[in-house]
Nanobody
Framework: QVQLVESGGGLVQAGGSLRLSCLAS????????MGWYRQAPGKQRDMVAT???????NYADSVKGRFTISRDNAKNTVYLQMNSLKPEDTAVYYC????????????????WGQGTQVTVSS
């Protein structure tokens, strides 16, 4: 089975920085697109940033210039560097990974991390 483990969330003052990490492990042949999503109380889960296996990135307008997504393919890990944090960034952040499986058959599947809380105080 495949599992994602997130880390790096916490409480930070406005203007501060955090770096989130998400490690994928299990029966993985290849990790394709990886991304970060967030969900604030009472709101839908929205895309924050994605990165393809070709290192093409996409960001939500609200985080452009402040957040940077990156990946380490050797470690099956995706990172989200968050700078100049604002109170409106407060949410639960979820890692999402598209994984290619080869055994017992070739398949693509989405996996979600457990979520990590990011709280930015004024």
């Amino acid at each position: 089975q495949v599992q994602l483990v997130e880390s790096g969330g916490g409480l930070v003052q406005a203007g501060g920085s955090l770096r989130l990490s998400c490690l994928a492990s299990g029966s993985i042949f290849k990790v394709n697109t990886m991304g970060w999503y967030r969900q604030a109380p009472g709101k839908q889960r929205d895309m924050v940033a994605t990165i393809t296996d070709g290192d093409n990135t996409n960001y939500a307008d609200s985080v452009k210039g402040r957040f940077t997504i990156s990946r380490d393919n050797a470690k099956n890990t995706v990172y989200l560097q968050m700078n100049s944090l604002k109170p409106e960034d407060t949410a639960v952040y979820y890692c999402n990974v598209d994984i290619e499986l080869r055994f017992p058959s070739i398949r693509l599947r989405d996996y979600w991390g457990q979520g990590t809380q990011v709280t930015v105080s004024s």
